[in-house]
């Protein structure tokens, strides 16, 4: 079993930033890659970041200019800072690993919203 605890969602005004984190644990977890999606109003389930095993960072054409995903690969957490951010960022931001075997987690989600 792995456990995804995110945290750092919160209320902000246009223009502030947050910094969301994520940390995997489990008894023999293996993580490779991390990524971070979010559910906006009205929309699909989208990728905003993505940094693999190997450190291939991908991210959202949505965000790209205005986030950075990191990683500290020790204790398998991710970071994401967003900037700038926009009332249309408003919505819930989830954590998701692939592990070594295969097996893909999702975290509970942690909500940020941005005022317009």
């Known amino acids: 079993q792995v456990h995804l605890m995110e945290s750092g969602g919160g209320l902000v005004q246009p223009g502030e930033s947050l910094r969301l984190s994520c940390t995997a644990s489990?008894?023999?977890?293996?993580?490779?890659?991390m990524a971070w999606y979010r559910q906006t109003p009205g929309k699909q389930r989208e990728l905003v970041a993505e940094?693999?095993?190997?450190?291939?960072?991908t991210y959202g054409d949505s965000v790209k200019d205005r986030v950075t995903i990191s990683r500290v690969f020790s204790n398998n957490t991710v970071f994401l800072q967003m900037n700038n951010l926009k009332p249309e960022d408003t919505g819930v931001y989830y954590c998701?690993?692939?592990?070594?075997?295969?097996?893909?987690?999702w975290g509970q989600g942690t909500q940020v919203t941005v005022l317009s």
């Open positions: 940094q693999t095993y190997y450190n291939i960072v």
């Open positions: 998701f690993i692939r592990t070594g075997n295969g097996y893909m987690w």
């Open positions: 489990g008894r023999t977890v293996t993580v490779n890659d």
